[in-house]
């Protein structure tokens, strides 16, 4: 059984930065791994993601505040996020791609508030 448990969201001041974590578990082979996310109101968007072996991909708007990595063994993957605005705020969801289907992360709240 596959899962992807994700961490790292909260509360964040205005202008700061965040990083989240999400940790794939399972038989299986990941060929990319990413994050999603969903504001109030608003449908889920692509945010990033990274694969094995291409660079990785941004939500163009974006690109200059996130950096997206992820370990050797490419089960783990992280979210950094700088100079976060309330407009950040949303649900991340976690996802990965693999040989066996896709699969999603149940979401990490991020709320970006003085």
């Known amino acids: 059984q596959v899962q992807l448990v994700e961490s790292g969201g909260g509360l964040v001041q205005p202008g700061g930065s965040l990083r989240l974590s999400c940790a794939a578990s399972?038989?299986?082979?990941?060929?990319?791994m990413g994050w999603y996310r969903q504001a109030p109101g608003k449908s889920r968007e692509f945010v990033a993601s990274?694969?094995?072996?291409?660079?990785?991909n941004y939500l163009e708007s974006e690109m200059e505040r996130i950096t997206i990595t992820a370990n050797d063994e490419m089960n783990t993957v992280y979210l950094q996020m700088d100079r976060v605005r309330p407009d950040d705020t949303a649900v991340y969801y976690c996802?990965?791609?693999?040989?066996?289907?896709?699969?999603w992360g149940q979401g990490t709240q991020v709320t970006v508030s003085s």
């Open positions: 996802y990965l791609r693999s040989l066996e289907g896709d699969y």
């Open positions: 399972g038989s299986i082979r990941i060929n990319l």
């Open positions: 990274i694969t094995r072996y291409d660079s990785p």
